[in-house]
């Protein structure tokens, strides 16, 4: 891997998300230089080199693969897409970073974990969805301190226009390890009276059940609702054989500002209600909030060889795990039975 402190940078399709957080992100880190971007069309692509400061602009996406005056590239442009460019990236000798989702579809996600199983001396990680990122350290330090000891159920629960199964499986398969066995359930609702908010007349009335058990032992509910509204809090249940873990995300770093009830609650087998458990000094920020994984400064640390990103990043495996997963969940409520997640899931 590069050992230059020096990383410069190659961008491709930067969007509201990448001028908002990625871009800006990546400028406060020393040593970083921003080289060349290609978005769409050029007019777009010189309008962000000029708002951040790259120093050209490219053609096209070809254009960014192909320099050689860049260690790694963002792919920023939309999932289906990205089995097209990221594996050409890769093949260049580049460092990537890629959005979330891996690939649009499984096929695609395998040939771009091929790709980097193909090149194990560069790093291939996907941003992360933006979920419990701030609670990824706490959750593991107890869950490693044996808080709970063997864990026996976990419970997710969400509440979300759209279902995003998936973002609630990247945090539970890197918590609590692969899951073995999917069983899915879905369930309409009717529509709302005309004259409802127009807003909630766009979301289709839904819940979303999925059971899943764990190469632990363990059993694992996720339950989705676009009904429950905001007095349904987002959270993670830990149930196990010497106590409890209830975590509630930060609301507002995760997009849901409706989340009124943020933390990590816990009790003992004999306790008899759940009590706020206090953060280390080492896992708070200068602010004394619970510090989030910087994912940018995880790859930037990674291209350099400093250390392993942190597990809260995805590696490519972890997207075609979370594809497979996905699928198997469709098969399963399709059929109205278990399903097992494929082998390669699990490895």
């Known amino acids: ?47 962000v080199a000029d708002a951040f400061g790259f120093s050209r602009i490219a053609e096209d996406w070809h254009g960014v693969v192909e320099a ?3 260690d790694a590239i963002v792919v920023g442009t939309r999932t289906a897409m990205h089995p097209e460019m990221c594996v050409p990236v890769l093949e260049a000798g580049k460092h990537l970073l890629t959005m979330n989702a891996i690939a649009g579809d499984l096929q695609g996600a395998q040939a771009m974990l091929r790709a980097a199983q193909t090149h194990p001396n560069l790093a291939a990680l996907v941003y992360p969805g933006q979920f419990y990122l701030r609670e990824e350290a706490m ?12 864990v026996l159920h976990v419970f997710t629960y969400w509440y979300s226009r759209f279902f995003g199964l998936g973002s609630q499986f990247e945090i539970a398969n890197r918590w609590f390890g692969p899951h073995s066995k999917v069983f899915g359930y879905r369930r309409g609702f009717e529509l709302p009276p005309p004259g409802t908010d127009q807003q909630a007349r766009d979301v289709r009335p839904e819940s979303n059940v999925v ?19 905001d007095s349904a809090l987002w959270r993670f249940e830990v149930y196990g054989d010497q106590g409890s873990i209830v975590c509630y995300p ?31 000094d080492e896992l708070k920020d200068p602010s004394g909030e619970l510090r989030s994984v910087a994912v940018e400064a995880e790859f930037i640390a990674t291209v350099r060889s400093e250390r ?27 059929a109205g039975a278990w399903v097992e997640v494929p082998q390669e899931a699990r490895v």
Do not use: C
């Open 211 to 229: 059971l899943g058990e764990m190469e632990s032992g363990a059993a694992i509910t996720y339950i989705h609702s676009t009904v429950g509204g």
């Open 139 to 150: 959750m593991q330090r107890l869950l490693r301190d044996g808080y709970v000891g063997k």
């Open 68 to 70: 050689t005056d860049i």
């Open 308 to 334: 392993e990103p942190a597990r809260a990043v995805p590696r490519f495996l972890d997207g075609v795990r979370l594809l497979e997963f996905a699928d198997a969940w469709r098969k399963s409520a399709e």
């Open 1 to 47: 891997m590069t050992t230059s402190k020096t990383v410069r940078i190659g961008y491709i399709g930067a969007g509201n998300f990448s001028q908002r957080r990625l871009i800006p992100q990546l400028k406060r880190i020393p040593g970083v230089e921003l080289v060349v971007i290609a978005n769409s069309t050029p007019e777009s692509s010189r309008k």
């Open 250 to 280: 930060s609301g507002q770093a995760a997009g849901f500002p409706g989340q009124v009830k943020t933390g990590f609650f816990g009790a003992k087998t004999a306790d008899k209600e759940l009590q706020p458990l206090p953060v280390p």
